[in-house]
């Protein structure tokens, strides 16, 4: 029997709304699970945190041997909702909704797919928003995270549920990032592994781009410390909108950019106002529209918190550097690249492959998206989640 608590009996957050899930709204797919029951989790760091609570979807039914299960681990900006339309309770549709379902690439017929909202996060797991013990959302006093922390939360679900071993680890960009943590923490704990458009750690370009996104978030005078959550104004939404469009420009290629200015351009020329085709007020407007979007669905502290959580993940870190660590995978292991990703760069992964022991598969999806390409090439995904799976 799979665990899982009401969505009333999440603890409420505080009633003035920011972006992201909050206590009271529709749970749509969503499932929550206390993965320590009562007791805390207890971080990297030596702080207690919890107890937690995990928001999960799931798709397909376990087998009697417990041995089809797929872990599915999103990127920054997703969330549990990998399938399904948008709608109630969900803003927007999963972001592999064409890859999931009977007689898919991710066949829910074959296997049963469990997608957990990141420890930390801000669509139903416990994070920033969430209430600490005197029943007020942490806000500045939320710990820090590390993705070991993250990926020992989602044990801890795994245990919940039965799940001994996973017949597959996936994940893209920071969800990579975990993924690869599964295998070399618990290396018994999956078979497979797939990599897209993730790294080891982030490169100090990498770190100058996420520092300029908090920066801008901790600089919105509605950010007050991170304790915005009782406040009036609605919180760093301009800071958060800020970020978000700093963070695009390592989202998407040059070339997409282009493509997305022409089209900006076309629709200010024809809009409601014509005008002539203004290339900064075309992708000024673009990146807005961007922000905003994200400001309705997520959290600023959130934000912040996995920033810095990717800034300071190194899977080498304690364990004797890179090749020691990599040396504890024992999964079949397959890398993809995005072949216009900014954000991770090819090479990142091509030598992320080349350094696993017994060697690893490697892919590139041929794209002008950029790193969003591990989202929208679903056509090039299909046949290598074929070959992952079996």
């Known amino acids: 029997m799979i665990a899982v608590v009401r969505a009333s009996m999440v603890p409420?957050?505080?009633?003035?709304?920011?972006?992201?899930?909050?206590?009271?709204?529709?749970?749509?797919?969503?499932?929550?699970?206390?993965?320590?029951?009562?007791?805390?989790?207890?971080?990297?760091?030596?702080?207690?945190?919890?107890?937690?609570?995990?928001?999960?979807e799931r798709w397909g039914e376990l087998n009697a041997e417990r041995?089809?299960?797929?872990?599915?681990?999103?990127?920054?900006?997703?969330?549990?909702?990998?399938?399904?339309?948008?709608?109630?309770?969900?803003?927007?549709?999963?972001?592999?909704?064409?890859?999931?379902?009977p007689g898919q690439a991710l066949d829910s017929e074959r296997f049963c797919l469990i997608c957990p909202n990141v420890l930390g996060g801000c669509q139903g797991s416990t994070g920033p928003a969430s209430p600490?013990?005197?029943?007020?959302?942490?806000?500045?006093?939320?710990?820090?995270?590390?993705?070991?922390?993250?990926?020992?939360?989602?044990?801890g679900l795994a245990d919940l549920l039965g799940i001994e071993r996973w017949h597959a680890v996936i994940g893209g960009s920071m969800g990579g990032m975990r993924a690869l943590e599964w295998a070399i923490g618990s290396p018994q704990r999956l078979e497979r592994l797939l990599l897209i458009a993730t790294a080891a750690s982030c490169s100090a370009d990498n770190i100058a781009v996420h520092a300029?996104?908090?920066?801008?978030?901790?600089?919105?005078?509605?950010?007050?410390?991170?304790d915005y959550y009782d406040q009036p104004g609605?919180?760093?939404?301009?800071?958060?909108?800020?970020?978000?469009?700093?963070?695009?420009?390592?989202?998407?290629?040059?070339?997409?950019?282009?493509?997305?200015?022409?089209?900006?351009?076309?629709?200010?020329?024809?809009?409601?106002?014509?005008?002539?085709?203004?290339?900064?007020?075309?992708?000024?407007?673009?990146?807005?529209?961007?922000?905003?979007?994200?400001?309705?669905r997520f959290d600023a502290n959130s934000y912040i918190g996995l920033a810095r959580a990717m800034n300071r993940h190194d899977i080498g870190r304690g364990r004797g550097g890179l090749a020691a660590a990599l040396a504890h995978?024992?999964?079949?292991?397959?890398?993809?690249?995005?072949?216009?990703?900014?954000?991770?760069?090819p090479g990142r992964q091509q030598e992320l492959a080349a350094a696993i022991p017994g060697g690893a598969s490697y892919t590139s999806l041929n794209s002008d998206l950029g790193h969003d390409g591990f989202l929208e090439e679903l056509e090039q995904l299909r046949p290598i989640l074929g070959r992952v799976l079996g």
């Not at 920011?18 to 529709?26: F, I, L, N, T, V």
């Not at 919180?235 to 950019?257: I, K």
């Open 329 to 345: 995978i024992s999964a079949q292991v397959s890398v993809v690249s995005v072949s216009s990703d900014r954000l991770f760069p």
């Open 212 to 226: 300029c996104q908090i920066q801008a978030i901790r600089q919105d005078p509605h950010f007050c410390g991170g």
């Open 12 to 56: 409420a957050a505080a009633s003035s709304r920011h972006g992201g899930w909050r206590q009271g709204d529709p749970a749509g797919q969503r499932l929550f699970s206390r993965p320590f029951g009562d007791q805390p989790l207890i971080l990297e760091s030596g702080q207690s945190l919890g107890p937690i609570t995990l928001a999960w």
């Open 67 to 101: 041995s089809n299960a797929i872990l599915l681990l999103h990127g920054f900006s997703g969330d549990s909702h990998a399938a399904g339309p948008a709608g109630v309770g969900h803003a927007s549709a999963g972001w592999w909704d064409r890859l999931i379902g």
């Open 234 to 296: 609605g919180g760093p939404q301009a800071g958060l909108a800020l970020a978000r469009a700093l963070a695009q420009q390592t989202y998407v290629s040059a070339t997409e950019m282009e493509r997305q200015l022409g089209a900006a351009g076309e629709e200010l020329e024809h809009g409601d106002k014509p005008k002539p085709a203004d290339p900064e007020a075309a992708i000024t407007a673009l990146l807005e529209r961007q922000g905003q979007e994200l400001v309705q």
């Open 132 to 155: 600490a013990a005197d029943g007020r959302p942490y806000g500045s006093r939320f710990p820090l995270l590390s993705i070991r922390d993250m990926v020992a939360a989602e044990r």
